[in-house]
T-cell receptor
Framework: DQQVKQNSPSLSVQEGRISILNCDYT??????FLWYKKYPAEGPTFLIS?????DKNEDGRFTVFLNKSAKHLSLHIVPSQPGDSAVYFC?????????????FGTGTRLKVLA | DGGITQSPKYLFRKEGQNVTLSCEQN?????MYWYRQDPGQGLRLIYY???????QKGDIAEGYSVSREKKESFPLTVTSAQKNPTAFYLC????????????FGAGSRLTVL
């Protein structure tokens, strides 16, 4: 049972345009959401997060939107740059068994074309 | 600089052998996690630990074991009972006290020959 889903395995975008990566979740107990960027054979690096009490968080070129009623979040990258090409994971967390448990989606491979 | 150190970076193992992956953090974080990454399956939680001498199974704990004898260290043993051990293993940690950013190490690539 996949609680966090990224239904698009890959996405190609022209440099300078907007990249939109989507993520859906099923567990209403999730209260904190994160996006990570990952290169092959490296650990994920944190990009941006959002608490369930907010619907938008912005950091430079990156904006995360949260729609709690739809259990959906998205990451917008504007403008997209070739260096943004990587795999992006969304993650959701909830307090369980005395700690925060983090569940990850399967990732979306973004390719920004120069 | 504070961070998470995983070793070895690459490891080869023969079938039937146990192998231990090291994870050390100097961030003074309370909770530590082990994830496994396979192509097309994202990151799956193996084990996690909130405090020293305490740990819980994640979603795919079968064939793995862990210990948490020190706050800084959370080694993962991949036993011969793990049927598909070839994967990229990631250790992570988080500061206690609330929902926060999970910090990852650089990962260890295990290949079973």
């Amino acid at each position: 049972d996949q609680q966090v889903k990224q239904n698009s395995p890959s996405l190609s975008v022209q440099e300078g345009r907007i990249s939109i990566l989507n993520c859906d979740y099923t567990n209403s107990m999730f209260d904190y959401f994160l996006w990570y960027k990952k290169y092959p054979a490296e650990g994920p690096t944190f990009l941006i997060s959002i608490s369930s009490i907010k619907d938008k968080n912005e950091d430079g070129r990156f904006t995360v939107f949260l729609n709690k009623s739809a259990k959906h979040l998205s990451l917008h990258i504007v403008p997209s740059q070739p260096g943004d090409s990587a795999v992006y994971f969304c993650a959701a967390s909830a307090w369980t068994s005395g700690t925060y448990k983090y569940i990850f989606g399967t990732g979306t491979r973004l390719k920004v074309l120069a | 600089d504070g961070g998470i150190t995983q070793s070895p970076k690459y490891l080869f193992r023969k079938e039937g052998q146990n192998v231990t992956l090291s994870c050390e953090q100097n961030l003074n974080h309370d909770a530590m996690y082990w994830y496994r990454q396979d192509p097309g399956q994202g990151l799956r939680l193996i084990y996690y630990s909130q405090i020293v001498n305490d740990f819980q199974k994640g979603d795919i704990a079968e064939g793995y074991s862990v210990s948490r004898e020190k706050k800084e260290s959370f080694p993962l043993t991949v036993t011969s009972a793990q049927k598909n051990p070839t994967a990229f293993y990631l250790c992570a940690s988080i500061e206690g006290g609330g929902a926060n950013v999970l910090t990852f190490g650089a990962g260890s690539r295990l290949t079973v020959l």
